[in-house]
């Protein structure tokens, strides 16, 4: 009886260990084939375990909110009404959309992002989608708004370059591998975002280096100012004594 309860508990650890590990695998993550260069280079980017068959938008740089005001629109009725905003792909989670028909008699509405392409509605019944990946938004009313002035305004944050025009689309894994071009971007180290439809984000690092200055150059820099260094070090610790 005790042995088989010790090869349950042992069963149930691996189980547990296997559990952890294939999650780890399973996460969404992307690789950056080099992780340097200069703009203008091309780079390599893998990614793992997005939407199956979704697109994917990638953006290199900072974060950067923006807002967009007066932005056009179509639809009729209660909608569905749509639009685009100016920039993409987004970061999920943090958009935001009003619906102002204030000039007309109307009320403003908002729509709130949920994180997972989908906006909820600031009144019971009102709903919308945004798609990160190429700024598409759409929103339903709850009433007919044929005859009102409505006027769409948002507010999101973006990245400070679009590298993917139009965005790559995933097989049906969710993988993707596509070539980015180093934008006219300040020299250092950067973030490189991924984002599908459905939300999921992946980062990577990538350093931009001076024209000129490929990677051989810089370990070669690098090491000279090691030796230098060194010797200076050397040189001090001898006249100490």
């Known amino acids: 009886m005790k042995k088989n309860f010790i ?6 650890v691996l189980l547990l260990v296997l559990s952890t590990v294939l999650m780890a695998n399973a996460a969404v993550g992307i690789t950056l084939n080099p992780i340097t260069g200069e703009p203008g280079d091309s780079v390599q980017v893998t990614g793992t375990d997005f939407g199956a068959a979704t697109p994917v938008g990638i953006g290199f740089g900072a974060e950067v909110v923006t807002t967009d005001a007066n932005m056009a629109y179509s639809g009729t009725g209660a909608g569905p009404y749509s639009g685009k905003v100016s ?4 970061k999920p989670g943090s958009f935001v959309l009003t619906a102002d ?3 007309s008699g109307g009320i403003i509405s908002t729509y709130t992002d949920d994180g997972d392409g989908t906006l909820s509605g600031s009144f019971e019944g009102a709903y919308g989608d945004i798609n990160y990946t190429t700024g598409e938004w759409s929103r339903t009313s709850t009433v007919d708004l044929t005859g009102l002035v409505q006027a769409y305004n948002a507010t999101y944050t973006r990245y400070e370059f679009n590298v993917t025009t139009p965005p790559v689309v995933t ?8 070539n980015i071009t180093v934008p006219l971007q300040n020299i250092g180290p950067v973030i490189v975002t991924a984002i599908d439809e459905l939300g999921n984000v992946a980062t990577g690092g990538f350093e931009v280096i001076p024209e000129g200055l490929s990677f051989g150059v810089v370990v070669i820099l690098l090491s000279l100012a090691i030796i230098v260094a060194t010797l200076v070090f050397r040189k001090r610790s001898k006249i100490d004594k």
Do not use: E, K, R
């Open 7 to 12: 090869l349950l508990a042992f069963i149930l």
């Open 87 to 90: 920039h993409w792909p987004i």
């Open 101 to 103: 028909t204030t000039m």
């Open 171 to 178: 097989d049906s894994l969710g993988a993707f591998t596509t």
